[in-house]
């Protein structure tokens, strides 16, 4: 039903092991961080890679996400739910204003503008009094899922979140395998006949970017209930590239790759924080060799190699 | 004291000189970007690290080898220009048969690791770079103070923006370089170096951004963030002026500056924003840009 080919299935029933051994083996918080920034990644992924365009403002979504999200956990105690899902309707909503504007142009204009739109985003949560300016909204409970879910238990999170980065990533996939998506591609590949067959690209590219931005809010507003924390990090124009990056490495417009991306990014953000700026200059230095060198990234690489499409 | 629409003149005029000089640099980073899109079809996102750059070898050549500020400012920009063509020759050449997209994605790359050099060798606190002597102090215009370091870097931008115009559109060279930005393959054909005329050009763009860079030095600390500051503003600039046009480039940079300018005297709550607002507004008046060419 959600279209995968037999070794998909392979790789994502091993996926799956992964995601139910892991919390056994490492720790659960630093687990976390990996599935949202994975359904952060496969939710970039499907403007990048199924409709062409490079968004360089997608920390606005995530960052927004997180903020409403933390928000309304802490001032109004909503479920855990609503809050993870008024995320994700934030990302969307925003995605919808801001893609309007930004689907005007393609190539490099859409990454240009993005990221002006973003900016501009940022200096609004600067300067908003409810997002907190420099502190940022802190101590945020995790409260309870569906009311009787205490969330409290590092244990308890991780499942919620693995169902979220499962859910959305099945979601990403339904999307990229439905008609839809077929259409989608038809645009990356030649949008003047896909207009000329009568399809109103423009409507596409934008819907395809609020289902994008709302996953992404998700994924944002899911990563502010885990740390109780939503900060200006997370609207920095510097996540918006992190995440590009996390999606080259593992690979543009593949399925798998988005989520290994993740893994090795925030694997080498947390074990390469103890030397401060090198941190940077690795990710600049991979970010290069990545284009210079295997633009099709780890899950494309190995996929060219096996002759499958994962 | 005159007062202007309720605002004394002196506040007026003082915020509208920052606008300029803001704008100043604006022109200055966005005419390089325009000219290495032009040729090169990439977005050099690492434009404002180089921007950096320019103002850190200005700081080192006065440190480390006691240069001062009038020879730095024709040194850094030769030094930074030729590391980008050093650049260009070894690792951007290598994409203009892929899509732009991995220029920019590369170029972005560049700059962290560029910054990221810079951030470890110095902190990003950020250091101090004196005025020149000779630019020392302010000058009474009647209706203002105007310090004078600042009154000479819009001098100094204005000049260098114009000269960069008059070589592209009135002499044979700018003549040979609009020719190929059209077609290179024919211009190659007319026995042209197209691709030496494509690395000349990175390095004009660049040496370009370190120019603005060190006369940036002395009113912005010196510091590894500099260039990210500015550069996402710039882009905007960039959009809303289009990249079709030398000229359109240099005004909408001082332009927008001169808005923010005036932001910050009637709405200071909008200043960090009003360029992007303006930004949404071209795009949904005119989404080429103000003196953008039809693809």
């Given at each position: 039903m959600f279209g995968f080919s037999r070794p998909q299935t392979i790789a994502f029933l091993a996926m799956l092991a992964l995601i139910i051994v892991c919390p056994y083996v490492l720790y659960p918080v630093f687990l976390m961080r990996v599935l949202c920034a994975a359904l952060f990644a496969c939710a970039f992924n499907l403007m990048i890679g199924y409709v062409g365009l490079l968004s360089f403002g997608h920390a606005a979504f995530f960052g927004m996400g997180g903020y409403v999200a933390a928000w309304t956990m802490k001032t109004?105690?909503?479920d855990a739910s609503i809050a993870i899902i008024l995320g994700g309707l934030t990302g969307g909503l925003l995605g919808l204003c801001l893609g309007f504007l930004a689907i005007r142009r393609s190539g490099i204009y859409f990454a240009m503008i993005t990221l002006a739109l973003a900016q501009m985003v940022y200096f609004f949560c600067l300067e908003a009094p409810f997002t907190g300016g420099?502190?940022?909204?802190?101590?945020v409970p995790r409260g309870w899922l569906f009311g009787?879910?205490?969330?409290?238990n590092d244990m308890t999170m991780y499942w919620v979140v693995a169902a979220v980065f499962v859910g959305g990533f099945l979601t990403i996939h339904r999307i990229i395998h439905s008609p839809f998506g077929q259409v989608l591609k038809g645009i990356r590949e030649n949008e003047p006949r896909a207009t000329s067959l009568g399809y109103r690209t423009d409507d596409y590219k934008l819907i395809a970017f609020v289902l994008s931005t709302a996953l992404t809010g998700i994924a944002g507003g899911t990563k502010a209930l885990v740390f109780g924390i939503a900060t200006l990090t997370d609207v920095h124009s510097s996540t918006s590239g992190e995440i590009v990056l996390t999606t080259l490495l593992g690979?543009?417009?593949?399925?798998f790759g988005p989520a290994l991306g993740a893994v090795v990014m925030t694997s080498m953000e947390n074990y390469l924080a103890q030397f401060g700026a090198w941190v940077t200059v690795t990710q600049g230095a991979i970010f290069m060799i990545c284009v210079l060198?295997?633009?099709?990234g780890i899950i494309g690489e190995i996929g060219h190699f096996l002759k499958l499409r994962l | 004291m005159i007062m202007i629409f309720g605002i004394p003149g002196p506040l007026l005029f003082g915020q509208l000189l920052l606008g300029l000089i803001n704008g100043a640099f604006y022109a200055m980073l966005s005419l390089g970007l325009a000219v290495i899109f032009g040729m090169l079809?990439?977005?050099?996102?690492a434009h404002g690290a180089l921007f950096m750059m320019g103002a850190f070898v200005s700081w080192m050549l006065l440190n480390y080898?006691?240069?001062?500020y009038f020879p730095s400012l024709i040194l850094a920009p030769i030094l930074v220009g030729i590391f980008g063509i050093f650049l260009e020759r070894t690792?951007?050449?290598?994409?203009?048969?892929?899509?732009?997209l991995y220029g920019l994605l590369l170029t972005f790359g560049l700059s962290l690791v560029i910054e990221g050099l810079f951030r470890n060798g110095y902190g990003s606190s950020g250091m101090p770079y004196r005025i020149p002597a000779m630019l020392q102090g302010a000058t009474d215009l009647g209706f203002m103070f105007m310090p004078n370091y600042r009154g000479w870097v819009v001098l100094a931008a204005a000049v260098v923006c114009l000269a960069t115009w008059a070589i592209i559109e009135k002499t044979s060279l700018g003549a040979t370089l609009r020719a190929a930005t059209e077609n290179a393959p024919l211009v190659q054909a007319f026995g042209v170096n197209v691709p030496r005329l494509i690395t000349l050009t990175y390095g004009g763009g660049v040496a370009l951004a370190a120019f603005a860079g060190v006369l940036a030095a002395p009113i912005y600390?010196?510091?590894?963030?500099m260039g990210s500051n500015f550069i996402n503003t710039v882009f905007a600039v960039v959009v809303i002026g289009g990249m079709g046009s030398i000229l359109g480039s240099i005004v909408t940079g001082f332009g927008l500056g001169v808005i923010e300018g005036l932001t910050k005297v009637?709405?200071?709550?909008?200043s960090a924003t009003v360029v992007f607002v303006v930004m949404v507004i071209v795009l949904l008046t005119r989404p080429r840009g103000l003196f953008g060419k039809a693809a």
């Open positions: 109004w105690h909503v420099e502190d940022g909204i802190q101590q009787f879910i205490d969330l409290s690979g543009l417009g593949t399925v060198a295997f633009r099709r | 079809n990439i977005i050099n996102f080898i006691g240069i001062g690792i951007i050449s290598r994409l203009y048969k892929l899509d732009h600390s010196v510091n590894p963030n009637f709405y200071p709550q909008a």
